[in-house]
């Protein structure tokens, strides 16, 4: 069956940086579109990036120039490299996938869109 795996999340002060990994296993990883969201305490979950199967990217604003998703399709894994984090990036990281190719995800950022979710890495950010 379909797993999404996340890790690298942890504990960093303000400014710092993180590399969320997310390893797909059971799924034709190269022929879907991925994303990362997030889910912060008492709060909904929300998008954060996503990448089609061709490698257009789409950033929620609040973390424009801030936060770098890629895609290994050799390694069936998901990447979310994250840097000068605030508080504000306080949450659950979850890796999501639609098994759709070309540029179906281009936009969508609803948690609905994703069929398949990862367990979560929790990043926390201290000031």
């Known amino acids: 069956q379909v797993q999404l795996v996340e890790s690298g999340g942890g504990s960093v002060q303000a400014g710092g940086s993180l590399r969320l990994s997310c390893a797909v296993s059971?799924?034709?990883?190269?022929?879907?579109?991925m994303g990362w969201f997030r889910q912060a305490a008492g709060k909904q979950r929300e998008w954060v990036s996503s990448?089609?199967?061709?490698?257009?990217?789409t950033y929620t604003d609040s973390v424009k120039g801030r936060f770098t998703i890629s895609r290994d399709n050799a390694k069936n894994s998901l990447y979310l490299q994250m840097t000068n984090l605030k508080p504000e990036d306080t949450a659950m990281y979850y890796c999501?996938?639609?098994?759709?190719?070309?540029?179906?995800?281009?936009?969508?950022?609803?948690?609905?869109?994703?069929?398949?979710w990862g367990q979560g890495t929790q990043v926390t950010v201290s000031s």
């Open positions: 059971g799924s034709r990883f190269y022929l879907s579109c």
């Open positions: 999501a996938m639609a098994q759709y190719a070309g540029g179906w995800c281009f936009g969508r950022t609803s948690v609905d869109d994703f069929g398949y």
């Open positions: 990448i089609t199967t061709d490698s257009r990217i």
